[in-house]
Structures are given as C-alpha cells and as structure tokens.
C-alpha cells in the first residue's frame, strides 16, 4: 500500500469512528432531559440563564382597528435576548396611553414597520400579532452578557419604545439603557403610572426646552393641557425645580393640579384661554399637549428675545409618514417645522416639536424624585389583565385625571 494509500485509508477510518462516536452522542443528548434546554440556549446566543419558554400570556392585535382587534393568547411568542445589552423582564404592572389607542388603529404604522424592518427582510404583516401597552413596571428574570448594572430579581420600570412589542404580555425584552431601578417607595401598580409621561416631558422640557434643576428657579412655564398624563408630571417636576407653573385644564380639574402644585390655573371651558393669558407676565417656556389652533396665539404669549421656547407634543410627523409614505412624509415634515420654526425666531421666539424618547438615565433621575417625595403617581383607574379591553374603551373616553394602569400579576406573587 502507498504512503498515500496508507493516510487515506487511515483517515477512512477515523472518519467512520467519529461518525460513530457523533451518531452515539446524538442518542445520549435525545434521552438528555436537559436537551430542550440546550437548544434554547442556542437559539438565544446572548442568554446568561438555563430557562427554557416559548410561549407566554398576552393581549395582541392581528390587525388594526378599534376595540375588537384585540385578542387575548396563552399562545404568544415568549421574548428572547436579540442582543447581549438586553434584558428579559416579569409584567407585574402594564400602563396604557393615548399613544396605544392610536396605535391599535394604525397610527405611525408605516414609519414603526420601518424602525422595526429597516432593511425590508421581513415580509409583509409581519408587524403582527403586536403587542401594545408602553409603561412597564416589573422584576428582570434574565440578563444578556453585556448588562452591568443589573441583576436578575431586580425591580425595574421602563418606557417602552413604540416600534418594540409591549407590557401587555407577561414578559418583554428591552434594552438595559432603556430600564431603570424601580422606587423603592412605589409598587409596581403605582409605578406603571410614570415611565412613559416621565420621558415623553423630560425629552421635551429638558432635551428640547433646555430646563434643568439648576434652571428653573427664575423660569415662568405654560403647560397647556394640564390634567393628563404628561401635563401632571410635569407640574411636579417644575415645581421641584422650583419653576412658576401655570396650567390650563378644565373647572373640574382646577383643585387637582393645584393639589400637583400648580401656581396658577386657567379654565378652559369659561371661554378663549389666549384672553386671560395675555393678562399674565410673559413664559419662559410653553409645553403644549392640546395642539390645534393653539400655535395661532401661544408663542405671542413668550417672552422675545430671551432665548424663550414654545415646545408642541402634538405634531403631524407619523401622520405625514401614514398619509405620504416615509420619503415624502420626512419632506413634507421638515418643510413644515423649517418654515415655523423660521417664522417665529424672526419674532425673537423658538419654535420646537417634541418627542416622546426612552431613557434609562432620565427615569434614574425620576427614581430619585419620587423616592425623595417630590413626585407622585397620578392614577386614574387599575384594571385586572383580563379586563384590557375595558382600560381601553375607559382610555377612549378622554378626561382622565392620570393614567389608566393594568395589574398583571398580583404584587408578591412567586417568580
């Protein structure tokens, strides 16, 4: 037999005995009772832990439209770590917005299909079944290689982005910079109350507005709009930092910002609110939640050439997109927001939009306030998790005074 011969036939048989040996290792791993769990292990390459689910409990949409789409499942797909900075969190507490209303009827769904699929890999409808619902209050049960500072059983909350599944489930999965330490001082019901109306006005007050702690002393603020959700963080907020506020809401809800701090109060039902405040001193900043024609009179209502700002919640971006398509509805949107913000710097004044953004630091911020006494969670009405369609139709009516939260599990129930 040839040298070459001889190493082929050789290498034959080592072939055969590490087929035999891998067909043998393939049989041990099959009658393994830990094999469902290795390859869930594999199918999140990212994962520190041992646990193995593929399904969950949730509320989902298969389609948009109003109240009906809603569908509750034991059949949902259970979340799995994507990236090593993210973190599997338990739902003890889920809090329901406007934004989610809209979104079930399709709102932003064509620039949310693109933040989800920017490459178009997916095909089309793949946005469904969603998930909705953007506070979250609950324990991490899983944390992917690269997450620092936190730790499985740690109580956290978060504002969940809008192009990322929702709290309505009994898990999600999110990014570590997006979750924050839960207070100390709140329970997880009363704690799904803040996250998304904390970030939504620390992104327009202090990232648009350029307000601080160390600011607001001296500072006159307009909240227009000031019984909801956003408009009543706000007020404590500012008032902690020592600012002015003034508010406009309805009679019926007069002593209730005043309760939140607010120094003065105009009612909007009484008649046109440009009227009484035009007799006020002029604002440093105006936070408008109530959109419409208020643009018209509210920034004459600034003070000019002081660097003063007016900052709208309510802007026409994902409409644009919904209506125009992501290209034309981007133009159309800077086109827009140019031209006034170009309008109103020739009359000394800024104009801004701004948006809700998700943020971990921001809620660390927050976590010390509340716990600090400085702020509390203004809740409107708890619904138990089978009654989801009913937060909904509540959230639907419009007057809240606070936010509509979701309990999903019973406080100290067992991980």
């Known amino acids: 037999m040839s040298a070459t011969a001889s190493v082929l036939f050789h290498s034959s048989n080592m072939t055969c005995v590490r087929r035999l040996e ?54 949902a797909r259970f979340p799995l770590l994507r990236f090593p900075n993210e973190v599997i969190v338990k739902v003890f507490a889920a809090g329901l ?29 793949s946005d469904f079944p969603l998930i909705l619902g953007r506070d979250v209050s609950g324990v991490i049960i899983e944390c992917g290689m690269d997450v620092k500072y936190f730790t499985e059983r740690d109580e956290v909350w978060a504002a969940i982005p809008p192009w990322k599944q929702g709290s309505l489930a009994e898990f999600v999965v999110l990014s570590a910079n997006e979750i924050s330490h839960k207070p100390k001082s709140l329970s997880h019901t009363e704690a799904a109350a803040i996250p998304y109306v904390a970030t939504t006005a620390w992104s327009a007050l202090v990232n648009t507005g350029g307000l601080s702690k160390d600011n607001c002393g001296k500072k006159r603020i307009l909240i227009l709009g000031g019984s909801g959700g956003v408009g009543t963080f706000a007020i404590q907020m500012l008032k902690a930092w020592g600012a002015h506020v003034t508010v406009t809401c309805s009679q019926n809800a007069e002593g209730f910002v005043r309760g939140l701090g607010a120094d003065h109060v105009v009612d909007y039902t009484a008649g046109p609110v440009e009227e009484p405040l035009s007799a006020l001193d002029k604002f440093d900043v105006i936070l408008d939640n109530v959109g419409g024609d208020t643009e018209r009179w509210a920034l004459n209502l600034l003070k000019p050439w002081c660097g003063a700002k007016y900052v709208t919640l309510v802007t026409p971006f994902l409409h644009n997109t919904d209506m125009l398509g992501i290209a034309d509805g981007m133009m159309q949107t800077a086109a827009t927001v140019a031209t006034k913000a170009l309008k109103h710097l020739m009359k000394g004044v800024h104009y801004r939009w701004g948006f809700f953004a998700p943020s971990g630091p921001a809620l660390d911020e927050v976590t010390e306030m509340v716990d600090a006494g400085q702020i509390r969670p203004v809740v409107d009405e708890t619904f138990s998790f089978s009654q989801v369609p009913q937060a909904f139709e509540k959230l639907e009516n419009g007057h809240a005074r ?4 979701i309990q999903v599990i019973k406080e100290g129930d067992d991980l």
């Not at 606070?402 to 939260?405: C, H, P, S």
């Open 22 to 75: 891998y067909k043998r290792w393939l049989l041990r791993l099959s009658t393994s009772t830990n094999v469902k769990t290795l390859l869930c292990r594999q199918s999140s390459p990212f994962s520190t832990s041992s646990r193995c689910r593929t399904i969950m409990p949730a509320w989902v949409i298969d389609k948009y439209g109003s109240n009906e789409v809603l569908r509750f499942t034991k059949n």
């Open 97 to 125: 917005n406007p934004l989610d209303v809209s979104m079930r009827g399709g709102y932003g769904a064509a620039t949310l299909s693109v933040k989800r699929d920017p490459l178009n890999s997916i095909q089309s409808g």
């Open 402 to 405: 606070g936010k509509t939260v």
